[in-house]
């Protein structure tokens, strides 16, 4: 039995950094993990994924379509992007703020965060879905960047990310960051219930 | 042995250091750049690394030193092997005395790439034996492997993982220690070292007669394997395919035996009888070239068995791109006759925004562009781009890249049309790095050959697009060291060019003075932009519309492009979380509305 986990956004977002926590916390208890990310032009303002897998029998870094178990999207677009790979019953967690794409700008093909998060209230087979305000959360937050680890204190704390609890997270993020930053990530990591 | 949470490129690079490396070298491409940074990082102090001036440089160095007996690592992707090939022709003809990987990463998709070339391919046609490893834990241990065999051989050896192995985590289990290789030196030998036709005609025989005893040694190499399975129908495949196949063949209750293939050439050729000869149908599920498939269709051939092959050349595995999970899946399924779930797919989801690749915000590149575009305006010209991160120059609204060919290209292209339409004024842009790595024999070429043409250097004093390595112009070595700058300038006076103008573009009126002025002067003209990359020198203010004066004629918006500038509710307003600063959009706007305020970082 393997948990999959989906993050996306776009390019900058700060994706690679929260999978490779979730990684770290999943080594921690010894559990086997791979993952496959974005590295590249596509960083550059494009939509970026990873593919995040925890099990002893994984093989591939990639995830089929219909097997993830959660998607953390960084951005409501993104998020909906990537809904064919999550499977019946799977859990949400999304940003609702759009980035538009300098092309959005240029020809006024803007799409609002609404759009994507109303479709995503209707759909049936998302289990759980949170939808997170992010504007104002990185607000309260105090930092722009914070918004990677908002959402997954969300993901952990309602215990989506399988044997990983709330405290691994924490413990990985400890060990990750400069340790003037811990307590602006912990903030960010309690914000959402 | 120590588990670590590894890239597959870092894995590589342990694999390597673990093996002996005494040298490596190299030139970034995305997506083998981060072998060579990772051995940087981790390396004792007396293997040396380099990031050399182009691929061909970066082989003849390790040729060099392999030459002596070292153990040498070079690293590039596909596109990096083209310009790597005249040396790597030869040298196996001249063979090695120690231990030679030709690191080359493929990128099927392509994902950043110019092409879908297949390394594997390129190793029949050079003769030199091919690795080709299926997870990031194979490709450490297969690394080690490989170092190795061509010890043994006296032969450089590929090495060629895809992107997906690059650019996959993975837990990694790591050698608590490493081997120790101390290079005997260089002998003089000319009959050994000197290529001449007596020795190209007596080594190709040797050669073709070592390639075949080297395919029954991959006959029994462990990473070649068979899987059996219950069915006489097969697969044969390779790298990240087999992981997807492997995943797909979990949850089959029937599953058809697999032929694992580690070393497409020369290829395991005893071993792949083995597989054929009790089989029906084998399906070949392979990225880029149908390399595994002609192979088992010249077994059958040579051996005349029945079996049918089928893959890219009976259509069964679709031509170009990725295999991804569910392309797998979806070939597995078709060969074995067996229908898949079709999951519902929602009809009333909403449109997706498309999201190209653009320059960033606060780039100097775009100012540069700009300039031009400002410049020439109503002229007939053209604007030969190049490889970096200016190839997203051609994005609207900028539109400034009519040619994009390879790695300095450019300069060239801009001659040749130049010589068919001697009315069109001829740019050509090229960024410092490229400039280094091979823009300047074009730009030899137009003065000797008495072009007329303006040569447009985007100086921004790194090699941005894969992750900021130094270069010749930075002053900067991998070992660490500070060295003499390669000064663009002087380079271009030293070829003879006299009108060289170095200007800020990011002071918008004077660069398109200057561009006017350069553009209406006749013969070879240089122009270089200097500006640094705005990741890596980040201004301490950002930009900000002032609400009250904007008066929503959204020039900003059409103008340049900039992701930093965005609709919000209807009007124009700054990202402050993207915007650098640059304050190209505040010397554009028409009603003086966009001044920048001081932020802390």
Redesign the interface.
């Known amino acids: 039995m393997s948990t999959n986990i989906v993050l996306c956004g ?3 977002q700060g994706t690679v950094l929260a ?2 926590l979730v ?2 916390a999943a ?1 921690n208890k010894g559990m ?16 970026v994924f990873s593919h995040l897998r925890i099990g002893d ?1 994984v ?9 993830a178990d959660l998607i953390i999207g960084f951005e409501p ?1 993104e998020t ?2 990537m ?2 790979f999550l499977k019946k019953g799977g859990a949400v967690i999304t940003s609702d703020r759009p980035v ?7 020809v006024g ?3 609002k965060g609404s ?2 998060t109303d ?1 995503l209230r ?2 049936d087979i998302i289990s759980s879905l949170k939808v997170v305000d992010t504007e104002k959360a990185v607000k309260d937050i105090g930092n ?2 914070a918004m990677n680890m908002i959402l997954l204190g969300a993901a952990s704390k309602n215990g989506f990310l399988g044997n990983i609890t709330h405290q691994d997270i924490i413990e990985a993020m400890k060990a990750k960051v400069k340790p003037e930053f811990v307590e602006m990530n912990i903030r960010a990591l309690e914000y959402v219930d | 042995m120590a588990q670590e949470f590894l890239m597959g490129n870092e894995a590589i690079a342990k694999g390597a250091i673990a093996a002996g490396l005494n040298l490596v070298a190299g030139y970034p491409g995305t997506p083998s750049t981060e072998v060579l940074e990772t051995v940087a990082k981790f390396r004792d102090d007396d293997v040396y690394v380099e990031w050399s001036v182009n691929e061909k440089a970066a082989m003849e160095v390790a040729a060099g030193a392999a030459y002596c007996g070292a153990n040498v690592m070079v690293t590039m992707k596909q596109v990096g092997l083209n310009v790597a090939s005249d040396p790597l022709m030869s040298l196996e003809y001249v063979g090695i005395k120690g231990a030679m990987v030709v690191m080359v990463a493929d990128d099927p998709g392509p994902i950043s790439s110019q092409t879908e070339q297949d390394t594997r391919t390129f190793a029949m046609f050079s003769k030199i034996p091919c690795f080709d490893p299926s997870s990031p834990q194979e490709a450490y241990d297969m690394i080690i492997e490989a170092f190795a065999f061509s010890r043994k051989h006296k032969t450089p050896v590929f090495f060629r993982p895809t992107t997906r192995i690059c650019h996959a985590y993975s837990s990694v289990k790591v050698a608590d220690e490493i081997f120790v290789n101390k290079p005997e030196g260089f002998i003089k030998d000319s009959k050994r070292w000197v290529i001449f036709p007596k020795l190209s005609n007596r080594n190709h025989a040797l050669i073709e007669e070592r390639n075949r005893k080297i395919s029954d040694e991959f006959s029994s190499y462990e990473r070649n394997k068979i899987i059996d399975g219950d069915l006489k129908l097969g697969i044969a495949t390779h790298g990240i395919s087999y992981a997807n196949t492997v995943e797909t063949l979990k949850s089959l209750k029937n599953k058809p035996s697999v032929l694992k293939i580690s070393t497409p050439f020369p290829f395991p050729e005893k071993l792949a009888y083995e597989f054929l000869k009790d089989k029906k149908e084998v399906l070949c599920i392979e990225e880029l070239d149908p390399v595994i498939e002609r192979a088992l269709i010249s077994v059958c051939g040579k051996y005349g068995l029945k079996t049918v092959i089928r893959g890219k050349m009976t259509d069964d595995v679709k031509l170009s791109g990725e295999n991804l999970r569910d392309d797998v899946k979806h070939q597995i399924y078709a060969f074995l006759g067996l229908k898949e779930d079709k999951s519902s797919k929602a009809d009333n989801a909403p449109e997706l925004p498309v999201r190209p690749p653009v320059l960033c915000a606060g780039c100097p590149h775009r100012a540069s562009f700009y300039a031009v575009k400002k410049a020439m305006k109503g002229q007939k010209t053209l604007f030969a781009g190049d490889i970096g991160c200016y190839t997203l120059g051609n994005a609207m609204p900028l539109d400034m890249c009519d040619t994009c060919l390879c790695m300095g290209a450019g300069v060239n292209i801009a001659q040749g049309v130049g010589r068919i339409e001697p009315n069109t004024k001829c740019f050509a842009f090229v960024g410092d790095s490229t400039f280094f790595a091979s823009a300047i024999t074009g730009a030899v070429n137009a003065v000797y050959n008495g072009a007329d043409m303006t040569l447009v250097i985007l100086d921004n004093s790194t090699t941005a697009m894969t992750g900021h390595q130094p270069h010749p112009g930075t002053g900067k070595t991998m070992m660490g060291e500070i060295t003499a700058k390669v000064d663009i300038k002087k380079v271009l006076e030293g070829i003879g060019i006299s009108d060289i103008a170095v200007i800020d573009p990011l002071k918008l009126d004077d660069a398109v003075e200057t561009v006017k002025e350069m553009a209406s002067r006749k013969g070879v003209k240089a122009i270089i932009f200097s500006s640094p990359c705005a990741m890596i020198f980040r201004p301490q203010n950002v930009c900000k519309v002032d609400t009250d004066k904007c008066v929503d004629c959204r020039m900003c918006v059409k103008e340049i492009g900039c992701p930093g500038i965005v609709i919000k509710d209807g009007r124009v307003v700054i990202d402050s979380s993207l915007c650098n600063g640059c304050g190209l959009c505040s010397q554009i706007c028409p009603a003086d509305a966009i001044g920048s305020e001081v932020i802390t970082r």
């Open positions: 776009v390019g900058g999978s490779k990684a770290a080594m086997k993990v791979m993952s496959a990310e974005t590295i590249g032009m596509a960083q550059k303002g494009g939509s029998d093989v591939s870094p990639l995830i089929g379509e219909g097997e677009s909906v992007r809904l064919p538009m794409p300098v092309t959005a700008a240029l093909s803007d799409y759009d994507m479709y209707s759909l722009p960047k």
